[in-house]
């Protein structure tokens, strides 16, 4: 695989083209997490008041973040990718030109993780008007950093998916029998150590699981050793979900 710097082209085209939809996405982007954010930071946390010491919404803010941002990286991945390459036969064009298919993809999924900083970005502008602050302005900077690796991450694994989807319909698949259980056995809402064993165990398999612990551990500023094994997975998975996903996608598009 070869990339260059035309990278760079693709991420900025689509930059263009998004500032026609800018204030729909926003709005977009913060429907969702937003409801979570008041249905359970604030309903929910009003009966259970103080958890591990401090207001739930500490508790839940750096999940709803991170599950922001995967759900607008896969999503813009997914939905978007297919768009442009099935329906605006925008990747032909841009393979035609010196842009590669590598360059195209990988510029794709650079745009789709830059979707989900802003969506995880609005979401702690938020939560900060709420009152609900990181630990430090050093740790806004490493969740910033974590939001966009967490958006490669979920970018790419959406182009695997991508790369083998005849339709849309195909999406439901990945959207129910993955991102939905991740966002509800990932340690978002509440901890995993109540779970049962084989649960415990089934959700270090999702990659959410993982990103959310770092994203807690730096909201709150409560570091452990395990950190070092949530990032060994997400460094190892992103690695090689980048690789296949390009892999792959180059293959549906050069035939």
Not at 29 to 46: D, E, K
Not at 157 to 185: G, K, Q
Request: aromatic share 18%; charged share 10%; with cysteine.
């Amino acid at each position: 695989m070869t990339f260059s710097y035309r990278i760079a082209y693709v991420f900025w085209r689509n930059m263009i083209s998004y500032k026609r939809f800018i204030l729909t996405t926003f709005l977009a982007s913060l429907i969702q997490p937003l409801f979570y954010l008041v249905t359970f930071g604030i309903g929910m946390g009003a009966y259970i008041g103080y958890f591990g010491g401090k207001p739930y919404l500490y508790f839940l803010v750096p999940g709803v973040l991170t599950t922001s941002v995967m759900m607008t990286a896969s999503f813009e991945c997914m939905y978007g990718t297919f768009v442009k390459m099935v329906h605006e036969k925008l990747y032909d064009s841009l393979i035609a030109t010196p842009v590669s298919a590598e360059d195209a993809i990988a510029g794709d999924v650079a745009w789709g993780a830059f979707r989900g900083l802003v969506s995880g970005s609005l979401m702690m502008i938020v939560a900060i008007f709420m009152g609900i602050l990181p630990v430090s302005p050093a740790s806004v900077l490493l969740l910033v950093l974590l939001m966009v690796i967490v958006g490669v991450l979920f970018g790419s694994l959406a182009m695997v998916v991508t790369s083998f989807a005849p339709n849309f319909d195909f999406f439901n698949y990945y959207s129910e029998l993955v991102i939905t259980p991740m966002l509800f056995f990932s340690g978002v809402f509440f901890p995993l150590d109540k779970f049962p064993g084989w649960m415990k165990t089934l959700s270090q398999f999702m990659p959410l699981t993982h990103a959310v612990a770092i994203a807690r551990a730096i909201f709150n500023g409560t570091y452990t050793r395990s950190l070092v094994f949530n990032f060994l997975v997400i460094f190892i998975l992103e690695t090689a979900a980048f690789l296949i996903g390009v892999k792959l996608m180059k293959k549906r598009l050069i035939k």
